[in-house]
């Protein structure tokens, strides 16, 4: 496969495993990795390497004329507990950059473009358990706000504009290649830290908070899965539903405890608790399955001891019951 592939956002957490992913795919030089910021992570070493802000419409047009990608994933974003900080950026940032690049779309004719939505678009109106596809969607949040506007926003630019845009809703994502940054469900991957390095974890949520959750190679599989499916089986247009695993801090807790038995939890919310209660506990994402095929490989257990598998060494721990 030889098209080129434009990742913009691509230093962020899904953003690095995402370029290496697709760079195993398509080859190191057809992915175009860019953002606002560099990093120095080995894999943008690997190929081309350009610096976006995504607000800044003028250096898009001049990425994309210099490479004319067939696919682009816009990634760049404010997460949850950012964009409740500094609420104007996290608007400006979260529509705008959308706006920039589906216009982009139209223009360059772009054959398909990614964008993450997220179970932010859910708020306390919703069913909490297994909240469906289609139901009350009430967000609390900017965050919450702009990637409900955002999936209203591609399914137009799909039935209006002919942008071929495939998008799904994420829950919180852990993985232990790359780190997590603002974002409310973060802590699920602090504590798998925390536990090989200290034994102890500072949560700031209550111990008894479920939040959806997914392992970093299942949200690799499922981006990788809705873009290379075949157009006509991508029947939702603003964004699915898609869920791994559903746990509370206590329940995360009692799973790393069966490697650590020493670890423990110290609980001190703080103000990402509204957030987290204003999310569902889990969800269902029967559409994505019947769509396109969608099913999870990972569970909290064997999410975990592949966590602690990989961490350890970075912290010189052995961990004799893996
Ligand atoms: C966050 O916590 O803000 C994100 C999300 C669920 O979209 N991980």
Same mark, same amino acid.
């Given at each position: 496969m030889s098209e080129n592939i434009l990742v913009?956002?691509?230093?962020?957490?899904?953003g690095t495993e995402l370029v290496e992913s697709l760079r195993t795919i398509y080859g190191d030089s057809n992915v175009i990795a860019s953002d606002i910021r560099q990093s120095e992570h080995a894999v943008f070493k690997q190929g081309p390497f350009e610096n976006l802000d995504i607000l800044d419409k003028n250096r898009l047009s001049e990425i994309l004329t210099k490479y004319q990608p067939k696919q682009v994933y816009h990634l760049a974003a404010l997460l949850s507990a950012?964009?409740?900080?500094?609420?104007? +950026?996290?608007? /400006? =940032?979260?529509m705008d950059g959308l706006f920039n690049v589906?216009?982009?779309?139209?223009d360059f004719k772009i054959g398909k473009v990614y964008w993450p939505s997220s179970i932010a678009v859910f708020g306390?109106?919703?069913?909490?358990?297994?909240?469906?596809?289609?139901?009350?969607?009430?967000?609390n949040t900017i965050y919450g706000i702009s990637k409900l506007a955002g999936e209203r926003y591609c399914e137009y630019y799909f039935q209006k504009r002919g942008v071929d845009v495939r998008s799904l809703r994420y829950p919180g994502l852990i993985g232990h290649k790359s780190d997590p940054g603002g974002g409310t469900t973060?802590?699920?991957?602090?504590?798998?830290?925390?536990?090989?390095?200290?034994?102890?974890?500072?949560c700031f949520l209550k111990d008894n908070t479920e939040l959806p959750m997914l392992y970093m190679p299942d949200? +690799?599989?499922? /981006? =990788?899965?809705?873009?290379?499916?075949?157009?006509?089986?991508?029947?939702?247009?603003?964004?699915?539903?898609?869920?791994?695993m559903s746990f509370s801090p206590a329940e995360i807790t009692a799973a790393i405890q069966q490697y650590i038995p020493n670890f423990k939890t110290e609980y001190n919310p703080d103000s990402r608790q509204a957030i987290a209660d204003s999310w569902p506990n889990s969800?269902?994402?029967?559409?994505?399955?019947?769509?396109?095929?969608?099913?999870?490989?990972?569970?909290?257990?064997?999410?975990?001891?592949?966590?602690?598998?990989?961490?350890?060494?970075?912290?010189?721990?052995?961990?004799?019951?893996?």
């Amino acid at each position: 496969m030889s098209e080129n592939i434009l990742v913009i956002g691509a230093c962020g957490q899904l953003g690095t495993e995402l370029v290496e992913s697709l760079r195993t795919i398509y080859g190191d030089s057809n992915v175009i990795a860019s953002d606002i910021r560099q990093s120095e992570h080995a894999v943008f070493k690997q190929g081309p390497f350009e610096n976006l802000d995504i607000l800044d419409k003028n250096r898009l047009s001049e990425i994309l004329t210099k490479y004319q990608p067939k696919q682009v994933y816009h990634l760049a974003a404010l997460l949850s507990a950012t964009a409740e900080a500094k609420p104007k +950026l996290g608007w /400006t =940032l979260n529509m705008d950059g959308l706006f920039n690049v589906l216009d982009a779309a139209v223009d360059f004719k772009i054959g398909k473009v990614y964008w993450p939505s997220s179970i932010a678009v859910f708020g306390p109106g919703t069913p909490i358990n297994h909240t469906p596809q289609n139901c009350v969607m009430d967000p609390n949040t900017i965050y919450g706000i702009s990637k409900l506007a955002g999936e209203r926003y591609c399914e137009y630019y799909f039935q209006k504009r002919g942008v071929d845009v495939r998008s799904l809703r994420y829950p919180g994502l852990i993985g232990h290649k790359s780190d997590p940054g603002g974002g409310t469900t973060d802590y699920a991957v602090s504590i798998y830290h925390d536990a090989l390095q200290t034994g102890v974890h500072n949560c700031f949520l209550k111990d008894n908070t479920e939040l959806p959750m997914l392992y970093m190679p299942d949200a +690799l599989k499922a /981006t =990788l899965d809705i873009m290379h499916a075949p157009a006509e089986q991508i029947k939702i247009r603003s964004s699915y539903n898609l869920a791994g695993m559903s746990f509370s801090p206590a329940e995360i807790t009692a799973a790393i405890q069966q490697y650590i038995p020493n670890f423990k939890t110290e609980y001190n919310p703080d103000s990402r608790q509204a957030i987290a209660d204003s999310w569902p506990n889990s969800i269902d994402d029967t559409e994505a399955r019947k769509d396109w095929g969608w099913k999870p490989d990972f569970d909290l257990d064997k999410m975990t001891k592949d966590m602690l598998v990989n961490l350890a060494p970075r912290y010189g721990s052995t961990l004799p019951s893996l």
